[in-house]
């Protein structure tokens, strides 16, 4: 089991950017998938994008590409989310989640995927 604590969220402005934080306790953080999910008020939960942190593939929400970028930091156990041209409907609380098992990429953002998730982190995209 690994204990996930994302940071980063807040008020933000359409068109601005913001970094999301995911910091993961354990020593085999290596092993792991992690990715991001969100929920926007009175929808279901989303995934937005997944990083396998030995190997560094990646993949995003076909929606989400190009603007959202997740990034890792071995030596900080941490992997972020960099989020830019901000829109309203990217209003959400973000969730970052890890799993030891994934098998295939194109599952990567299916919640039922992940053991471990974080308390979520609030975005809130307003002018």
């Known amino acids: 089991q690994v204990q996930l604590v994302e940071s980063g969220g807040g008020l933000v402005q359409p068109g601005g950017s913001r970094r999301l934080s995911c910091r993961a306790s354990?020593?085999?953080?290596?092993?792991?998938?992690i990715a991001w999910f969100r929920q926007a008020p009175g929808k279901e939960r989303e995934g937005v994008s997944y990083?396998?942190?030995?190997?560094?593939?990646?993949g995003y929400a076909g929606s989400l590409k190009g603007r959202f970028t997740i990034s890792r930091d071995h030596a900080k156990n941490t992997v972020y989310l960099q989020m830019n041209n901000l829109k309203p409907e990217d209003t959400a609380v973000y969730y970052c989640?890890?799993?030891?098992?994934?098998?295939?990429?194109?599952?990567?953002?299916?919640?039922?995927?992940?053991?471990?998730w974080g308390q979520g982190t609030q975005v809130t995209v307003s002018s």
């Open positions: 354990g020593e085999i953080f290596d092993y792991y998938t």
């Open positions: 989640a890890a799993s030891l098992f994934l098998d295939d990429d194109a599952d990567a953002l299916r919640e039922s995927e992940y053991d471990d």
């Open positions: 990083i396998r942190i030995r190997a560094g593939n990646s």
